[in-house]
């Protein structure tokens, strides 16, 4: 059901890949909230990805851009504002890549120039992008910033590695940057930690489909589907949640708080 919560707002939406990325399920609850944007990834992502068919869908235009590459967010921010005829009122980022996990080395083990990079695309883009939107004075009073985490950020999960402290860092930056941007535009800026989901990016993490019906079973609600979360953002981006800034808000069905569940005893005590 559609309430018109993004009635005339403009967005860029950074990191939609396919069907099962929250971004594009993000984009297309934007879409049905009546928001107009941009979707934008970086070219090698486009090509293994379907992101076409989802601006076809969203009538979006599509711009590729590095994320980390201040040029190319300039050159996106500048279009994206042309394209949408005034700036821009929410922003998504839904980026997150480590060579060391697709490599499977270990927390001990990694490769240092991998892990810069790591950090770079998942965590320092967020600061970039910020950067260049107030640069250019491309975001509008009261507008919304988001990016998706993860509770690793916070403990300690295995197989997470570098992405652990990338994540740390995505978080941090969304407090110095809402600090910045909340006393000088009234710009909101949160992370989402997310439950496990079962993206593309998620799939690829050694033991992920185990650690996914764990944190289900110790979630009273279950986990928060990428459905979900498209949902929750939604409300972030719209003009409901207006004091709501510098919080890394825990989407994840009540895992956080949850120490034990009778579901979770009883797989040990089989064991056992």
């Not at 980022?93 to 240092?112: C, V």
């Not at 809402?178 to 998620?202: E, F, H």
């Amino acid at each position: 059901m559609a309430y018109n919560l993004l009635k005339g707002k403009r967005g860029i939406i950074f990191g939609a890949l396919n069907e099962d990325s929250i971004a594009w399920k993000i984009a297309l609850r934007c879409h049905e909230e009546g928001a107009s944007f941009t979707l934008t990834n970086a070219p090698l992502a486009m090509r293994m990805g379907e992101i076409n068919k989802l601006a076809e869908t969203c009538n979006a235009k599509v711009i590729p851009a590095d994320a980390t590459s201040v040029e190319e967010l300039d050159k996106l921010v500048k279009e994206s504002v042309d394209v949408l005829g005034g700036k821009i009122d929410f922003v998504l980022h839904a980026i997150g890549m480590s060579p060391n996990i697709r490599k499977g080395k270990e927390y001990g083990d990694l490769n240092y120039d991998w892990y810069i990079k790591t950090l770079d695309v998942s965590a320092l883009s967020f600061h970039k992008i910020m950067h260049v939107l107030e640069k250019n004075d491309a975001i509008n009073d009261y507008a919304s910033i988001v990016a998706l985490s993860y509770i690793a950020a916070q403990r300690i999960f295995p197989d997470y590695t570098d992405m652990a402290d990338a994540k740390a860092t995505l978080e941090s930056i969304a407090r110095g940057y809402g600090a910045r941007l909340g006393k000088s535009k009234k710009v909101r800026v949160n992370t989402i930690s997310q439950s496990p989901t079962m993206t593309t990016a998620g799939k690829g993490i050694a033991g992920f489909n185990a650690f996914f019906d764990f944190a289900d079973k110790m979630s009273p609600l279950g986990n928060a589907t990428a459905e979900d979360c498209a949902n929750y953002t939604v409300t972030l981006f719209s003009d409901l949640t207006r004091s709501v800034t510098m919080q890394n808000l825990l989407h994840d069905g009540g895992f956080s708080s949850t120490g034990m569940t009778a579901e979770v005893m009883h797989l040990f005590e089989q064991q056992g």
